[in-house]
């Protein structure tokens, strides 16, 4: 899995490089080593690509089950694909699913990696940024690991949900904030106001970031897009 997901990096990464010509800032923001949190907002499924691709470090996303289950030609596609890059699937029920999530995240951090989270749990239906789950709270706070706020811009026009021709005509980029620490509050990830705090600070820095009209509600999910369930408990 590690030689493919670089692999993919190199042939699929270079490819849309050249194509698509992203840009990113302040990856230097990412710590090169030690666990992290990338909790980013989420305007596209080319999200997926063009928001690691400036990184040097492996970065790993809980997938929803879906990705993995599929069935035919396609399916198989889908799964090998999403299971070479290391991408961990998960339930996206409530409850013990969300549960599992969490656990599955937190043991991402334990080996020392980078964990990718959209804190807002679906894409944007809008393109506006909606209030964050506080699944994001909970993992900073018990693995005791920074958060780097991560924003995507202009990812909502290059391919809009329910599109997959791209608009050629927006350059996709990515902003990396600077590590938030949340050490005050470790010891106090069962506070429910707590973990709310949290959370709205990390999405004001992203928001900050990204330059989006926040909406203060739980964004509409799109048909078929289903959140990841670590990103789903508040």
Known sequence: MYVFYWLVKLTLGTALKIVFRPWSQGRENVPRRGPVILASNHLS????????????????????????????????????FFSGL??????????????QALRAGLRVLADGRVLGIYPEGTRSPDGRLHRGKTGVARLALESRVPVVPCAMVGTFEFQPTGTIRPNMRIRPGVRFGKPLDFSRYYGME?????????????????????????????ARRPAGDLPAAAAESD
């Open 190 to 218: 069962s506070d429910r106001a707590v973990l709310r705090t949290v959370t709205d600070e990390i999405m004001r820095q992203i928001g900050s970031l990204s330059g989006q009209e926040y909406v203060d509600e739980y």
């Open 86 to 99: 290391g991408q961990i699937p998960v339930d996206r029920g409530g409850g013990a699913a969300s549960e």
């Open 45 to 80: 499924f080319s999200d997926h690509f063009f928001g690691p691709l400036p990184l040097p470090r492996k970065v790993v996303f809980l997938a929803k089950r879906e990705y993995f289950t599929g069935r035919g030609l396609k399916g198989l596609i889908s799964r090998a």
